[in-house]
């Protein structure tokens, strides 16, 4: 087994994040695109990468926007949240019918309670785009 000991891996192209691939060339994995954990009460980025800002588009609903754009708006995000509030199951999704659909420089992020489908604005919002 090799371990490899770098500062840096480059892309060959710009926008584009390498492809990790097995010994026989196929692409078996991908980096994240971009990651965030923000207060959605507060819109407080906690930390993040490619992420430039939090927008409050309403009552539970974020706008995430990228620092550099993704090359098509066909990314995976993956979301989680967390409240303090009783009663608050969390849900998190991407937008819905009156959100904005994903595109190649942002998407929202939705939390709602699940036991009556309220949408509030959780304590700690989690989001990871794969793809784009």
């Not at 098509?72 to 509030?85: E, F, I, L």
Request: charged share 10%.
């Amino acid at each position: 087994m090799s371990t490899l000991s770098t500062a840096n891996i480059e892309s060959k192209a710009a926008n584009t994040p390498p492809v990790i691939k097995d010994v026989n060339g196929t692409e078996c994995g991908q980096f994240a695109r971009a990651w965030v954990n923000f207060n959605g009460q507060t819109s407080t980025v906690n930390d993040h990468f490619n992420v430039a800002s939090i927008t409050d588009s309403g009552a539970g609903i974020q706008t995430v926007t990228f620092t550099t754009a993704m090359s098509n708006a066909n990314y995976c995000v993956v979301t989680d949240c967390h409240s303090t509030q009783a009663n608050r199951n969390q849900v998190s999704n991407l937008g819905g019918s009156s959100e904005n659909d994903p595109s190649t420089t942002s998407f929202d992020v939705v939390t709602m309670g699940s036991t009556n489908n309220s949408m509030y604005d959780a304590v700690i919002t989690y989001a990871v785009v794969f793809g784009g």
